[in-house]
């Protein structure tokens, strides 16, 4: 499912945009000077481009979602999620990709390919549950914003399937860390 319904014209790109993007890199960078929670791939490096293999199926990809690591830990963490959003998807909110919650304090991983329990799967922007990779509409590259939460709860979901929105309203308030790990991905 393409990004972009048919007849849709992409809004200009708001400075607001453009600022979320420069505070989430250095963010990345504070996190790294600073020892707090750390989010690393070893499948492209922050802020370059992502592999082909990572794209959904419509796009030429093999629609795999990336391997992750995490470490630096906060106390307290109960449980993580984990959203990955395109904020420059011309439609309204942007597209989100990937929405994970519930994944118990003790994991520090999640490996390529990850096979994930159906109650710790939001549903994305392309109305299905898992992974969805990168497929934006030929034209400049869109940027990809992986975040992980550490939290002070250990179900966030309660049973419900969450859309990337709604998770992000069920972990206000319950944050006690934040990683942010940047990708990129463009068509011809």
Not at 166 to 183: I, K, M, S
């Amino acid at each position: 499912m393409p990004e972009r319904r048919a007849g849709e014209v992409a809004p200009p790109v708001a400075k607001q945009d453009a600022m979320l993007r420069g505070m989430t890199i250095a963010g990345v960078v504070l996190a790294s000077a600073t020892g707090l929670l750390q989010l690393r791939t070893s499948d492209f490096s922050a802020g370059a481009a992502m592999p082909r293999a990572l794209m959904a199926t419509d796009c030429g990809g093999q629609n795999r979602s990336p391997g992750l690591t995490w470490t630096q830990i906060p106390k307290g963490a109960k449980s993580f999620a984990l959203i990955m959003h395109d904020a420059d998807a011309p439609i309204p909110g942007g597209f989100y990709h990937w929405v994970v919650y519930d994944l118990p304090a003790q994991t520090r991983e999640l490996a390529g390919n990850a096979k994930l329990s159906k109650s710790q799967l939001g549903e994305t922007s392309a109305d299905k549950q898992g992974y969805y990779g990168p497929c934006p509409p030929p034209g400049p590259a869109h940027h990809y914003t992986i975040t992980l939460y550490a939290l002070d709860v250990a179900d966030t979901a309660s049973g419900a399937v969450l859309t990337g929105p709604q998770l992000e309203r069920r972990v206000d308030g319950h944050v006690l860390g934040r990683a942010v790990l940047l990708g990129t991905a463009s068509r011809p």
